[in-house]
């Protein structure tokens, strides 16, 4: 079971977000039969039958096991992850890209920019994981409070000029192409603590 998922087939989407069918994916985090996932969420077990061959037929449940009971098998599955994120692609075949939005300081521009990140390391993180390795990623996720805009202006010289500094010294035209992205956003109100 992976950790997260990237969907990026608008059916299999539909799939997932189906109550229902977001429901026994939720359930199928602990591996589970047809029977003994209706008698959990109190549904009749062909319907369940019916939701877990849509969500397998898209790849959202997979088989953890078959056991054997006299003449019949009984299938049990689980969830392929324990978290989906549906990519934009998934959405419109034109998803949000950042080369279309001039204003590289507005919102829109950030949004289609984590879009693009959502699809290109679902895209590679699926590869990987077919090939049986590891995708070599790194990640800094850290709050700052600015006390004005000027400090926060400041702070996006300091940090542009440190990270251009550090691409020059590490970039060589012959090494394999990494993406960098740094971004900076307000929280929401409910995340301040």
Not at 23 to 52: D, F, M, T, W
Not at 76 to 103: F, G, I, M, R
Not at 112 to 126: I, K, N, P, Y
């Amino acid at each position: 079971m992976q950790d997260v998922e990237v969907i990026e087939s608008a059916r299999a989407a539909a799939a997932a977000l189906d109550p229902v069918r977001g429901r026994l994916l939720a359930e199928l985090a602990v591996p589970a039969s047809a029977a003994g996932l209706a008698a959990r969420v109190g549904i009749a077990r062909q319907k369940v039958n019916y939701h877990l061959k849509a969500l397998e037929s898209h790849g959202l449940v997979e088989l953890a096991e078959e056991r054997r009971h006299g003449g019949i098998t009984e299938r049990v599955l689980q969830a392929s992850a324990t978290s989906y994120v549906v990519s934009p692609a998934a959405v419109s075949a034109s998803a949000a890209e950042p080369d279309a939005s001039p204003d590289h300081l507005s919102a829109g521009y950030l949004v289609a920019l984590a879009g693009r990140v959502v699809r290109e390391v679902g895209t590679l993180a699926r590869r990987a994981g077919a090939s049986g390795k590891r995708l070599p990623t790194f990640t800094i996720d850290t709050r700052i409070g600015f006390r004005s805009a000027a400090d926060r202006a400041a702070f996006a010289d300091d940090l542009t000029a440190a990270v251009l500094d550090l691409a020059a010294r590490y970039h060589h035209d012959d090494g394999r192409p990494h993406r960098l992205l740094v971004a900076a956003h307000p929280l929401p109100e409910e995340e301040i603590a």
